[in-house]
């Protein structure tokens, strides 16, 4: 394990194994903005998301691909002037779901339909999840925590399938909430931001690290 720990050297022309793809991820802090991902290579990263699982499976995200780079400037300066913004391919912007969740919305009815059940066993998951998620979906606040954390496992995933790819990628907390979603002009009743994750390609080597070891990290219970 120490050895694919400091596989930082993996180039970036060849698809990786799960272990090597682990490895080369880092925190990219600049891109190469002379580099741009394939439409098939974003598609791919973007699958990973789409199809990643959540809670009832509601998959309560939308997200935004950003190419454009006159709006990727606007905002840079309320993501903390971070370089990632500007430096990247494309820019995805995770938004997590509000309205839509909501027991009383028509999409919750509808994607459980998905499923092709009978009525009644409709009408019973209908009740489980209005009352599952009572205290969940008395505010949106509390709607925006429980989405956006699920939002995290799309983000992950496609943090991962790019990786695989030899692509790229930094996770994005740091940002005000607020003034990104007026620049992006976004209903915050239906949808808003839980993070944001640019794309590209490194422009310098990553910096060795070391992880926790798995004593550290991990203790089995028995």
């Given amino acids: 394990m120490k050895e694919l720990i400091k596989h930082n050297k993996i180039g970036n022309n060849m698809e990786k194994t799960f272990e090597q793809a682990m490895a080369f991820r880092h925190a990219c802090k600049i891109f190469d903005e002379t580099k741009k991902i394939s439409d098939e290579n974003i598609n791919y990263i973007l699958e990973a998301g789409r199809t990643s699982p959540s809670s009832f499976g509601m998959e309560p995200w939308k997200f935004l691909v950003i190419t454009n780079e006159e709006l990727k400037a606007k905002i840079r300066p309320v993501c903390w002037n971070q370089v990632q913004v500007t430096s990247c391919s494309h820019l995805v912007i995770i938004l997590a779901a509000i309205d839509d969740v909501k027991a009383e919305s028509k999409e919750v009815e509808r994607k459980?339909?998905?499923?092709?059940?009978?009525?009644?066993?409709l009408d019973m998951y209908l009740g489980l999840y209005a009352s599952h998620l009572s205290d969940v979906l008395k505010s949106d606040?509390?709607?925006?925590?429980?989405?956006?954390?699920?939002?995290?496992?799309?983000?992950g995933n496609m943090m991962t399938a790019a990786a695989i790819k030899g692509i790229d990628s930094c996770p994005i907390e740091g940002f005000e909430k607020e003034n990104i979603e007026e620049v992006l002009g976004l209903d915050t009743s239906k949808f808003q931001i839980a993070c944001l994750l640019p794309f590209g390609y490194r422009l310098n080597e990553q910096s060795s690290t070391d992880k926790e070891s798995l004593d550290d990290s991990i203790e089995f219970i028995k």
Wanted: charged letters at 30%; a positive charge.
């Fill in 112 to 121: 459980f339909r998905r499923r092709e059940m009978p009525q009644d066993k």
């Fill in 141 to 155: 606040e509390n709607i925006l925590a429980w989405t956006a954390r699920q939002t995290y496992i799309a983000l």
